[in-house]
């Protein structure tokens, strides 16, 4: 059977594609990832529905840089977008870059998009259809109901779904600890119904210290993630009233880690390895996982595929991965993914180039005499300040020293290390790894046309 017709339904209609990209939201706070606590029943319905990656990652733990290389097939280091999209950051995609929507619109299907953009510049971005970003707030219900009218419209179709969920906001000012409220409303939107949790039930993660702050502000990231849970609930009621659910393919994604200190804006796992939900009616596993190491460099081919438009997989960095969502450990896939980060506010230059194995991660701080440069928003999280406050040496399972201040390579058996906390790379016994995977990090940097590069001569 070719290409074209693999991407066919019963019916021989191509199928509509549904793109959801969360903001920060870590896989450490999803029901269907283990959290006994949190409550997100559609997502979790999803996977049950579905197949559920456990190798999912970013590329760049970064909001705009991430989505760029979601919606590019291409390195963020390539395709131009090195860090944030907005105001003074004003970083943006290459003019030869191709997108995903200028793609698939060419290729026959409608495109729209409604929720966060953060990409740039508007005009490499040709959607069909669209709500200007922010237009509804925090609220996700909402903001699904307004895709109906796209929904209903002709086949086939590709939407763009971005919530703001869970990204931080301002902070709660009648808590005395004043956590952020990660956009939470103080009452619930009309039509819809907060989710609320007690302090002291929220699971401290391996990357926070177990504090009052804490607590109170992962309290307010679990009833941001409830509230993307209902909206996406929304859409997919929607999906089914308007007859579309059926030939519809459904991906959920976030665009980096969760909006803590030792997460975003880092290439350790809980910044990078993420949720990854496939639905697709193509397929036929329900309720499965899938251990394959993929990466949102391989979203757009992966679309595309699903589209029947992938006509040059040469053209991306990344690789579609339709042809194993079927299978639970694929035999001939890929032994190692590649991830890259430099910007994410304009001074927050810190560029790092890692190596991820099913065993290992590899990670070259390339400005490794620099401290570590922390995002405005997780610097001043309560989180990490209370942290700072208390003089803890050791947030999490991490020494404060050691995640600030890093060497030049950080080697990590994550087998027998999953949190990263145990640095092999100066071990001599690791000596011949350590060459071999500097030697892959250049190679994987020469065939992306990375401008880091000469930092292996130069410094």
Known sequence: MNKQNQSRGKGGERPNIVLIVADDHGREALGCYGNPVIKTPHLDQLAAEGVRFTHSFCTTASCAASRSVIMTGLYNHSNGTYGHTHAHHHFSCFEH??????????????TGRVGKKHYAPDHLFPFHWGI???????????????????????????????SHNPHRERVVKSHP?????????ETSFPGDQEQTYAEDEVIIPPFLADIPESRAELAQYYQSISRLDRGVGRLIKILKEEGKYDNT????????????????????????????IVRSPLHHKRGTTCSALITWADITPTVLDFAGLYHDPAAFHGRSFKEVIDEEDPPNWRAEVFTAHTFHEITNYYPMRAIRTKKYKFIWNIA????YSFASDLWAAPSWQGAL?????????RKVAAYIHRPR???????????ETVNLAEDPAYGQLVAEFCAKLQQFQKETKDPWLHKWEYE
């Not at 509804?136 to 763009?160: H, K, N, Q, T, W």
């Not at 490794?368 to 401290?371: A, G, Q, T, Y």
């Not at 406050?389 to 399972?397: E, I, N, P, S, T």
Request: glycine share 8%; net charge negative.
């Open 132 to 162: 200007k970003d922010n237009a509804f707030g925090r609220d996700d219900v909402r903001m699904a109901e307004s895709c109906r009218s796209f929904i209903r419209e002709a086949e086939p179709f590709f939407l763009y779904y971005c």
């Open 177 to 185: 600890l004043q956590p952020n409220n990660f956009g939470n409303p």
């Open 249 to 276: 393919v459904i991906i959920y994604i976030s665009d980096n880690g969760a909006a803590f200190p030792q997460a975003k804006t880092t290439l350790y796992e809980p910044g990078t390895n993420l949720p990854c």
């Open 389 to 397: 406050r208390r003089r803890l040496d050791q947030v999490g399972m």
């Open 368 to 371: 490794w005499k620099l401290d």
């Open 97 to 110: 870059v191709r997108t995903l929507p200028a793609l698939l619109g060419e290729g026959g299907y409608r």
């Open 409 to 419: 390579f950080e080697l990590y058996d994550l087998e027998n290390d999953p949190h």
